[in-house]
């Protein structure tokens, strides 16, 4: 056997043994483990204070006052508490994979920038730091990318959107101004500038219009509308 040959087949073993290594190997990296971002950073039951800013400008601010959480860029209206409760207590238990990025030229893009977000988002709280970060582009309905303020490392969070965090006050507050039981309307009157309008209901649940034309049928589609409204 001549040394080309002799080389030749050690090549052919150690290329064996490599594909063997290779066969035995799991394949693809574990993923990392789940964690909790902002576990120790937040406590709801501590949160005094909330200031939310969107990309447009936009922004609304809360406060917990001694009734529950008010909107004070909105005159101090009451605000949901439990949708307020609901983010809040979620916070601490957000769960995010490993980092996606620990690279500040890669913030601007994933828009959780100083300078570039979807929602930039301050929680004062009494007794503990503010806890302030920033929200930008999503990667799926509930999957977030996030940033602490004052650190580079960005995470997609699970469970979580920037559109969660609304910056309107319709956002926050309950925008029904008034809730009456429809089926306990037995009359209806409308006056404006060109008259009046007076509706009534009968026993066999039918609406009447009081004065109306001889040969005119009221329509009923339009008394269920006015209802509903």
Known sequence: MTRLNRWLLTLLALQIVALFVVWLMPSGT?????????????????????????????????AKREGGWVLVSGGDYPVQTTKVSELLGKLPGLLAGSVVTNKPSHHA????????????????????PTLHFYLGTSAGIKDVHLRLAGEDSVYLAKDLSAYDWGTLPADWVN????????????????QNKEGAVELSKGQDGKWSLTDLAEGTKLKDSEVESLLAR
């Open 175 to 190: 925008t029904e101004f008034l809730k009456i039981d429809r089926d306990s309307i037995v009359g209806l009157n409308i």
């Open 30 to 62: 574990p993923a990392e483990r789940p964690r909790k971002i902002l576990e120790g950073k937040i406590d709801p039951a501590a949160a005094s204070r909330i200031r939310v800013v969107g990309n447009d400008g936009k922004s609304a601010e809360l």
């Open 109 to 128: 893009a994933l828009e959780v920038a100083a300078s570039s977000f979807q929602r930039e988002i301050q929680i004062d709280q009494a007794g503990k």
